[in-house]
């Protein structure tokens, strides 16, 4: 992600990985380590410090701390 990207949330407060929302333009944020990862991925991807991963082989979303885990989308910067 660019540093001229911001991002707006759209869902925070998650308990379960089946109440996250998936889109195009939707991303997971992990507010430990800082990484945006697509909420639709076209390979197996995780966050640097392992909090959030997807394996879109098994179709699984696994979060390991939903206190630091928000869903965002991105917007550009005026």
């Known amino acids: 992600m660019s540093k001229s990207s911001r991002f707006e ?7 379960d990985t ?9 991303f997971y944020l992990c507010q430990e380590c800082g990484d945006a990862i697509p909420s639709m991925p076209k390979q197996n991807v995780g966050c640097k ?15 390991k701390n939903f206190d630091k ?10």
């Open 9 to 15: 949330i759209i869902k925070s407060g998650l308990t």
């Open 18 to 26: 089946s109440e996250a929302p998936k889109g195009k333009n939707m």
């Open 49 to 63: 410090c392992g909090n959030i991963y997807i394996d879109i082989d098994y179709f699984r979303l696994a979060v």
């Open 69 to 78: 885990f928000l869903v965002v989308t991105k917007t550009k910067s005026l």
